[in-house]
């Protein structure tokens, strides 16, 4: 028999127990608030492998972050408009959305669209209408940079946000290179499995383009594991070579691998919404518990 706090007579706990456990932990975070960062974090999610979890990543931190107190914006710069899918906003073409924001049709203030999933959590979507703009942008003038002039410190605090996620289309086009610019740190997802590193030098380079030329600022701060499969050796080889090869910007929380992670875009939620209990949505919450850490000075490691 179990008590409501999910703990057996015996002092035991049981799995079904442990799970509400966690999910109270994700949805009542009253005594468990992330810290805002000592200044504003504006991140790019890139990686231009397809589907290693950029998009998942992107919502799911952000989510972790808003439901703990932290106001945080997504900006989907992919025209898939799959973050925005997941936040549950409105992304009918014709939206206000970043592509008019891109051209300089409307503003950050009037694209920024609320989550039903938390009043902290803000989303710019993603319409069809993306899908030329890298086309598009080529003959605009500034054509690299304004996702940067959109993204304006005034218009940012004007929505009171402390994260900034820019979730990255699958490529190393215009649309990526406004993401760099734009942003002070790069998150980079990879996916434990064979040919996760694949690629990554070519992504490597651009980032030390856009430095070099574009945004000096730029860092590569974060690097998340994904997908991480226990039952396979390769998984633990490739988290290996990723941390001897990147060192600290590695969160130590890993993503696992996990069906509810896959089906909460599909009712339309980040998966801390769809089963806070679960563990890919606990994994999610421990790696934005990480990155809020990080981003208060004199409390990193
Ligand atoms: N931890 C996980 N466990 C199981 N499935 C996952 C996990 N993370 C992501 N997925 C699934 O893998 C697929 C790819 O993930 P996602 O869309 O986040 O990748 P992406 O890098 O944004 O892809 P794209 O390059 O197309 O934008 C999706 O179907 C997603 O639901
Ligand atoms: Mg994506």
Redesign the pocket.
Known sequence: MTTPAGQTETGGSTPIGEEALRAAKVLHPDENFMPRPTKRRVLTVA?QK???????STVNLAAGLALHGVKTLVIDL?P?G?ASTAVDVDHRSGTPSVYEMLIGEVSLVDAAQVSSQSENLLCVPATIDLAGAEIELVSMQSRESRLKEALSAEALDQLGVDYVFIDC??SLGLLTVNALVAAHEVLI?IQCEYYALEGLGQLLSNIELVQKHLNRTLSVSTILL??YDGRTKLADQVTQEVKNHFGEVVLKTI?????K??EA?GYGQTVLAFDPGSR?AMSYLDAARELAERGVEGKQE
């Open positions: 990686n397809g589907g290693v979890g950029k998009t998942t992919d898939q799959n289309p699958p997802p994904t997908m993503i696992p691998r996990s069906v992670v896959s875009p890919g």
